[in-house]
């Protein structure tokens, strides 16, 4: 009589503590990466052309395709420079979103909402069909303008202060590219738009002309801990800046546009 093997328990005891990781994750963090990664493999495994996920003006405004002003910055390349994107986007929105946004997921949301509008009138200019490469280059731009003199490491063990870690990705997408990168340097102004306008000039005695929507608030059940219109708010907030981790941290570089 042939007995049955028993069912192994280390594979399900691992998928258990993956659901239990993502699960985890903190909200806006949880979506990018499931986002990104459900439709980069959609497109990379030709599921579903990846024409129809990125931003294309014509069928926005003449058949209501609506959806392309979203997915164009959830998709990358189904390739080790796509892991190395999702990688990176994981790293830096885990990083604002559990310590500088803390406790304030709806304000993180309006930084990652403003970001995205304001490539998206950009990208009108020059055509850009895909802005996931501006999406994170704006998570990375935040992330060194809070972390300006921590050390981080770049390819091949190259060191550097963090406030040069934008100027570094965009080069290395211009070396990889051939062009020049429109998504990432719009990614990068509108991040430092965004400082500008909530963090710097507050600080300076003047108004954030950009805060949070009641609306974002209500949506994540949140309610408005400080008038941001207050300067001491923002004040409070950027006087105590991140501790900068033992050892710095990694960065290998960036995604590629999808095509």
């Known amino acids: 009589m042939v007995r049955q093997a028993p069912p192994s328990r280390g594979m399900s005891s691992d998928g258990a503590q993956i659901a239990r990781w993502?699960?985890?994750l903190p909200v806006c963090t949880r979506f990018l990466i499931e986002a990104t990664g459900v439709l980069t493999l959609v497109c990379?495994?030709?599921?579903l052309p990846g024409y129809y996920m990125a931003l294309y003006w014509q069928p926005v405004m003449r058949q209501f395709q609506l959806w392309r002003i979203v997915t164009n910055?959830?998709?990358t390349g189904l390739s080790i420079n796509g892991v190395i994107h999702m990688v990176m986007l994981y790293r830096h929105s885990?990083?604002?979103e559990k310590e500088e946004y803390g406790g304030r997921t709806a304000d993180y949301a309006w930084f990652i909402i403003f970001c995205m509008i304001l490539m998206t009138c950009l990208s009108w200019f020059t055509s850009t069909p895909v802005l996931s490469d501006g999406l994170l280059l704006s998570l990375a731009t935040l992330w060194s303008l809070h972390r300006a003199d921590q050390?981080?490491?770049f390819f091949l063990g190259i060191q550097f202060p963090a406030r040069y870690l934008p100027y570094v990705m965009m080069a290395m997408d211009?070396?990889?590219s051939g062009g020049f990168p429109y998504a990432a340097f719009y990614g990068?102004?509108?991040a430092q738009a965004y400082y500008y306008l909530s963090v710097d000039l507050p600080s300076q005695g003047g108004l954030n002309y950009i805060p949070t929507p009641q609306l974002v608030y209500r949506v994540f059940g949140q309610v408005r801990r400080n008038d941001p219109r207050s300067p001491n708010a923002r004040m409070a907030s950027t006087s105590n800046p991140v501790p900068q981790r033992p050892g710095g941290g990694n960065f290998w570089g960036?995604?590629?546009r999808l095509g």
């Open 188 to 190: 990068w102004l509108s």
């Open 94 to 96: 885990l990083a604002l």
């Open 174 to 176: 211009f070396l990889f």
């Open 151 to 153: 050390i981080v490491r």
């Open 73 to 75: 910055f959830l998709v």
């Open 44 to 47: 990379g495994l030709r599921l």
């Open 22 to 24: 993502f699960s985890a």
């Open 254 to 256: 960036q995604g590629r």
